[in-house]
């Protein structure tokens, strides 16, 4: 574990991406007390300059040595990368945030979203995962009905944005939206098949099951964050022409019975949430008014129409930063906190 | 009733509108035994032609004494239209098949999907109604589930395309798209919100119980058509940016265990369902490729992971073909079955 510090050195794995620019600007924003800054990337990136807090930074080789006199190093290059240098960083002294997938299932990882499981940080504060940006917006808004009403079942579809498959996905959606809009045919190069205008029930690649790895990752992280492996999951993830933020529909099962106006109050008066819920008004969250807010947008809720142990409702957050970067400086202040700060 | 005949007189009411035309291009298609063709609308569309079976066809003016002669009347003109004219046509001798929303949910008139409640059409044969898209599509899948394992709960996302809402709203999909594309702001006619590049929760109005219209439609429709009101139903009913053919990500609970291979033989044996579900080749039903096809495409089908009572599945299909001209088109060939033909 680091020592309490007035200013503390970040080294930001995978700077140049989509999350690393945003990882960036929520240090900035959310005033984190960062002294040095290191922007890491691999060497095709290196000499990019990247704006923080007024100056620019320039983006130096990822290395074995880049990590010695750092404090906290925040991950967000990839399974392989994280897999082979958060090791190291921890060796140098770092505590490692990771957003790749390649540490989140292990037993002594901890896997936290800081308004759900703050106390899994435990004590060594070594590597410590983010979650998957479809698990991260759905506990959010499970674990206060979880902790009051005991969730039994989750039935979720997503409705999940192309920025979480990169920038030449963001590229895929325009290209081709243009293409047929003037009558063109598409090329598809990132996702199997036409994205624009179509909507793909097939994220991340296909397991034995007959599920995807996305699905399961949201089964498998909702467990470990819960820290209950008997809730009984059952997702369906759908990719859909949207640039950026995921929605989804949950339908929850609880062993308490529940009451709609009480849940609403639960959700509005939890960390992270914010409640959305005025349809006399046309008032429901969207994706495009969740883009560059770091909170979890839940409305539309309503009871189940037969029994009072169902409720249904929807959850919109921006996948990049809730999802992502705006998650993994949670956990970097919950570290600080740890410490004292 | 009508009497058994070589041909039958038909009156298409809305005949100029997205569902009206796909009626006219559907009894061609299927070699409906047509006599006299008589194409209807509002007084703005008189004198417009339309194709069929090699001529043209010009529209004349709905009026109380259209259905004289007539045998079968279709109606896709709206709940007001249908309300005044669908007994007009009665009286004048006609089988009314109506696609709008307002007969649907009367005690003494039939809801009808060929494949599901064939025997719903009674004796009388006066006004037969047609579901609502969403339903008919999920309804087709659940038959055979219910036959055999007794669907208890069913969870149900959609992904709903914007040909559910005419002409206009595919026009202002195409708008705002261009102008996001090129980095203007949009202009917001038929949806409340943006639907470009973002999903709507929200069909239709909303209700004192917080569902909307389309998602009560799809609870009540469910009941009335598998003659099961025990069902539980809880639909989140979304508009995503798809031009047309609508997506429903579906979970059912059932009472008996089910076996996934045993529930993929028993789709892909059922009356208007193609199964596609071969994950291993990335095959999937898709909206861009059910349009123009009558079947309902079920794919994803995978059991719960905790328990062999639940299954989650994807289907897919035309909304504007079996969710609309098509089943009706097959409503009246089962008025013909009854009459011999």
């Not at 897999?83 to 292990?106: F, H, L, T």
Request: glycine share 6%; proline share 5%; net charge neutral.
């Amino acid at each position: 574990m680091i020592d309490k510090k007035e200013n503390y050195d970040i080294a930001v794995v995978g700077a140049t991406g989509a999350v690393g620019r945003r990882i960036l600007a929520t240090l900035d924003e959310r005033n984190f007390p960062v002294g040095r800054l290191s922007a890491l990337a691999s060497v095709r990136s290196v000499g990019q300059m990247l704006p923080f807090r007024g100056r620019m930074i320039e983006v130096k080789e990822l290395r074995e040595n880049s990590f010695v006199g750092m404090d906290i190093a925040l991950f967000s290059a990839g399974s392989s990368i994280s897999k082979q240098y958060a090791p190291i960083a921890v060796k140098s002294g770092c505590v490692a945030i990771d957003n790749s997938s390649a540490w989140r299932m292990e037993k002594d990882i901890p896997l936290i979203v800081p308004e759900v499981n703050p106390s899994a940080l435990g004590e060594k504060c070594e590597i410590i995962a983010n979650p998957n940006c479809s698990t991260i917006q759905m506990v959010v808004a499970l674990k206060p009905i979880h902790d009051r009403y005991r969730v039994r079942k989750v039935f979720v579809s997503t409705y999940q944005s192309v920025s979480g498959s990169g920038q030449k996905a963001i590229e895929e959606l325009k290209h081709q939206s243009r293409n047929i809009l003037n009558g063109k045919s598409v090329q598809k190069d990132i996702y199997p098949h036409q994205i624009a205008f179509n909507c793909l029930p097939h994220i991340d690649v296909f397991m034995e099951n007959g599920y995807t790895k996305e699905e399961m990752k949201m089964v498998n992280e909702t467990h470990k964050i819960l820290g209950d492996s008997t809730i009984e999951v059952s997702p369906t993830a759908v990719r859909v022409p949207v640039f950026n933020s995921h929605s989804e529909a949950v339908s929850v099962e609880t062993e308490l019975p529940m009451n709609v106006d009480e849940v609403k109050d639960v959700f509005s008066s939890s960390p992270g949430i914010s409640l959305v819920d005025n349809p006399e008004n046309n008032e429901y969250p969207l994706a495009v008014d969740a883009c560059g807010k770091g909170d979890v947008f839940v409305g539309r809720v309503r009871g189940g129409l037969k029994r009072d142990n169902i409720i249904n409702f929807w959850v919109v957050s921006d996948n990049l930063l809730k999802g992502a970067a705006y998650n993994a400086v949670q956990i970097a202040e919950l570290v600080l906190k740890r410490l004292g700060n």
